[in-house]
């Protein structure tokens, strides 16, 4: 079921958030302007020859793996629910010189009308924490497959759900299956450029907003990967490619993670080897 509610607060949540994430990251247009990218190998790896491609950014948060995309070729529309996000994307994009249209919309409500009116991308991509806010996933897995022509794709890549059982100290406390109720808190989205440091400000680290505390709630949705693929299948794509992880990309979520030179961050060494992160490619026939 739909929790528009719940997406709203998340909405509020993600405006304060999204000014201390991006308040560590110096000089990010000039980054840009030099030839810099915030993508990884695994998503490139899947999203393939992106030249002349139209792709659609599904919860592209500030922008910056967006403009990267822009940089490989593609034609690129973002879309998120965040109105300080969308306007930093905006005003990136202006001062980078990478041309990208930004939409500030609830996704659910930027696929029916993108639908209605017929729009249509050869790519959809979906990256790194989007997909825990979606309070419906077959309406959603619906949405995407209408906005991607004949012979294009869906791109996904993301921290695996197993991972989003564990609290900060890998106890177990959360459950994998539970996409139809949520996970609620009384604090919203957390300062996680803080916690991983570096890796995720490229253009250089500042010490920017300290000890952020988010006043909002925020409602997560952990769908389970059986529930994730079935989706799709219902919504007519066809998976052809799925790959799973022992690390997370650019994100120290997690007590006592180790990075490496890469920006990927694996359990401590007292936790046996488990699934962090997925990719997937599903294809409209």
């Known amino acids: 079921m739909l929790r528009k509610d719940m997406h709203e607060e998340n909405r509020l949540g993600w405006n304060l958030a999204t000014e201390a994430h991006n308040s560590h990251k110096a000089d990010q247009a000039g980054f840009f ?11 490139i790896a899947l999203l393939g020859d992106l030249s002349g491609k139209s792709l659609v950014h599904l919860q592209c948060n ?14 690129v529309t973002g879309v998120d629910i965040s109105d300080t996000a969308v306007e930093f994307a905006r005003r990136l994009s202006d001062e980078s010189g990478l041309p990208a249209t930004f939409v500030r919309s609830d996704v659910y409500d930027w696929l029916d009308e993108a639908g209605r009116s017929g729009e249509q991308y050869d790519i959809a991509f979906s990256s790194y924490g989007a997909l825990i806010w979606l309070s419906d996933i077959r309406l959603w897995a619906r949405g995407v497959a209408s906005v991607i022509r004949p012979g294009g794709k869906l791109v996904v890549m993301e921290f695996h759900p197993f991972a989003m059982v564990f609290s900060d100290d890998w106890r177990p406390a959360y459950n994998y299956f539970d996409g139809t109720v949520g996970t609620h808190f009384e604090t919203g989205v957390g300062d996680y450029v803080a916690m991983s440091g570096e890796v995720l400000a490229p253009s250089g680290y500042l010490e920017g907003v300290q000890n952020f ?4 709630r925020s409602h997560e949705f952990n769908w389970s990967i059986g529930e994730i693929l079935t989706a799709l299948a219902e919504a007519g794509l066809k998976l052809t490619a799925f790959h799973e992880y022992p690390y997370m990309n650019g994100a120290k979520l997690l007590e006592g993670m180790q990075g490496d030179a890469d920006g990927r961050f694996y359990p401590p060494e007292t936790m046996p080897s488990i699934p962090l992160m997925y990719g997937l490619v599903a294809e409209k026939v």
């Open 62 to 75: 500030a922008g910056q793996d967006s403009l990267s995309l822009v940089r490989l070729g593609a034609t």
């Open 33 to 43: 302007r030099n030839g810099g990218s915030t993508l990884y190998p695994e998503e």
């Open 213 to 216: 505390v988010n006043p909002h």
